[in-house]
């Protein structure tokens, strides 16, 4: 069997139905991020190649954080059910201690890189967090990495795509936008560690 002939159907297809591309990417994430499996980083890598940086970032970013949230919520629910009298005590030790920087603290734990993600999901179901803060965690953690893996994909397709390779094809405005973003983030990291020492 011919994978690569496979490949390269499946890709001229996606081309060719762009839009239901999208929409089926859409779901799929979501419903990746819902069961809190492994291996995002390949699949961003990949819709990064297929779609670009810009709605592959847009729809990868609302498909997770959306599928994280139903997850978050089903496991408040059955944890809060049936467990609560076996981890309140512990969890109300760590609410006490982040109490004034909860947002911040969410937000550097979902940018450590390591954690899976069904562990990070659980462990912030545990909490006593709103939605609102749960949803801007998720995405302003999630963006660096996810973007720097859609970045990825997309200079593959970039490099396999062009004969001569110049320093205009590298130098390109997805490259400062990813740059842009990278900084924002260590800008941010920096005020919330100052706001954490205060």
């Given at each position: 069997?011919?994978?690569?002939?496979?490949?390269?159907?499946?890709?001229n297809?996606?081309?060719?139905?762009?839009?239901?591309?999208?929409?089926?990417?859409?779901?799929?994430?979501?419903?990746?991020?819902?069961?809190?499996?492994?291996?995002?980083?390949?699949?961003y890598?990949f819709?990064?190649?297929?779609?670009?940086?810009?709605?592959?970032?847009?729809?990868?970013?609302?498909?997770?954080?959306l599928g994280?949230?139903?997850?978050?919520?089903?496991?408040?629910y059955?944890?809060?059910?049936?467990?609560?009298?076996?981890?309140?005590?512990?969890?109300?030790?760590?609410?006490?201690?982040?109490?004034?920087?909860?947002?911040?603290?969410?937000?550097?734990?979902?940018?450590?890189?390591?954690?899976?993600?069904?562990?990070?999901?659980?462990?912030?179901?545990?909490?006593?967090?709103?939605?609102?803060?749960?949803?801007?965690?998720?995405?302003?953690?999630?963006?660096?990495?996810?973007?720097?893996?859609?970045?990825?994909?997309?200079?593959?397709?970039?490099?396999?795509?062009?004969?001569?390779?110049?320093?205009?094809?590298?130098?390109?405005?997805?490259?400062f936008?990813?740059?842009?973003?990278?900084?924002?983030?260590?800008?941010?990291?920096?005020?919330?560690?100052?706001?954490?020492s205060?």
């Open positions: 069997m011919n994978y690569l002939f496979i490949i390269d159907n499946f890709l297809w996606m081309e060719i139905n762009y839009t239901l591309s999208l929409l089926l990417f859409f779901i799929f994430i979501l419903f990746y991020s819902l069961f809190s499996l492994p291996g995002l980083l390949i699949l890598v819709f990064g190649y297929v779609f670009g940086i810009f709605w592959s970032y847009i729809i990868c970013l609302i498909s997770f954080t994280c949230y139903c997850f978050f919520l089903i496991s408040k059955i944890l809060n059910s049936f467990f609560k009298k076996f981890y309140e005590k512990h969890t109300s030790k760590i609410q006490y201690i982040v109490k004034d920087t909860d947002l911040e603290y969410l937000i550097i734990f979902r940018l450590i890189p390591g954690p899976p993600l069904l562990i990070q999901n659980v462990l912030l179901s545990l909490l006593d967090i709103s939605s609102m803060k749960f949803i801007l965690a998720t995405s302003i953690g999630v963006t660096p990495i996810m973007l720097f893996s859609i970045f990825i994909g997309h200079k593959l397709n970039n490099i396999i795509n062009l004969n001569n390779i110049t320093l205009k094809s590298i130098f390109t405005w997805d490259l936008l990813i740059l842009f973003f990278i900084i924002s983030f260590i800008i941010i990291w920096i005020i919330f560690k100052k706001k954490l205060n």
